[in-house]
């Protein structure tokens, strides 16, 4: 079985500066993948950014980047330079044959 | 650019009462899930299906049951409506790659009472 540990409920961060959230993952399987999605107040699920368990550079996505440590296994998202629009919940999730497992998430607070 | 239709967005429906909810993706994707989401549980999955007519229990899958008689549409079906099935619904489609990533409709929010 998959599990995703998310353990900062919630998380406040300056407009412009950068912030890390934080993703902890256990799995048996060799080959799997991560995945981390924004859902704003709004409700609907948008996804961010992946990274496979064999890629060897960290995945990037314009301000999103992923700090994985495989050995650590850890998956923290990286956000450069916040802002107001990206408050939101976010989600680390974990694939693993067709199914994601989901943490619980981190609440996202970018204060202007 | 992907899209994933969820009939309602929001719903109110009586104890006892069939329950259907339906989803429908314009990608030609292989597989579909069903989710629910509540408060301080994060995302759950109920169901998927990764051909048309196979299905799959998820983690919580008691209570429930689905239908994909088309590639593009996975219904989930509540057979008799309880009040603790009151949540976010969520569906989303994925093309079969491992690296390929779920896309999610805008969700169904579910009152039950």
């Known amino acids: 079985a998959q599990k995703i540990t998310q353990t900062q409920p919630g998380m406040f961060v300056q407009e412009k500066e950068a912030v890390t959230l934080d993703c902890t993952y256990d799995t048996s399987d060799p080959s799997y993948g991560l995945f981390w999605y924004k859902q704003p107040s709004s409700g ?69 | 650019d992907v899209k994933v239709t969820q009939s309602s967005r929001y719903l109110v429906k009586r104890t006892g009462e069939k329950v ?59 057979e008799s409506a309880s009040t603790n099935q009151t949540s976010m619904y969520l569906c989303a489609s994925s093309l079969i790659a491992d690296n390929q990533p779920q896309h999610f409709g805008d969700g169904t929010r579910l009152s039950i009472l």
């Not at chain 1, 064999?54 to 998956?75: C, H, I, P, V, W």
């Not at chain 2, 993706?25 to 629910?36: A, L, T």
């Open chain 2, 20 to 78: 259907f909810l339906e989803c429908v993706q314009d990608m030609d994707h292989e597989n579909m899930f069903w989710y629910r989401q509540d408060p301080g549980l994060g995302l759950r999955l109920i169901y998927f299906s990764y051909d048309v007519k196979m299905k799959e229990k998820g983690d919580i899958p008691e209570g429930y049951s689905v239908s994909r008689e088309k590639k593009e549409r996975f219904s989930l079906i509540l």
């Open chain 1, 44 to 112: 609907e699920m948008i996804f961010l950014i992946y990274q496979g368990s064999y890629d060897q550079q960290n995945a990037t996505e314009g301000r999103y980047s992923l700090n994985f440590q495989k050995a650590r296994k850890s998956a923290n998202l990286v956000i450069s330079a916040s802002q107001l629009g990206d408050s939101a919940m976010y989600f680390c999730a974990i694939r693993s044959n067709y199914k994601l497992t989901f943490g619980k998430g981190t609440l996202l607070t970018v204060n202007p």
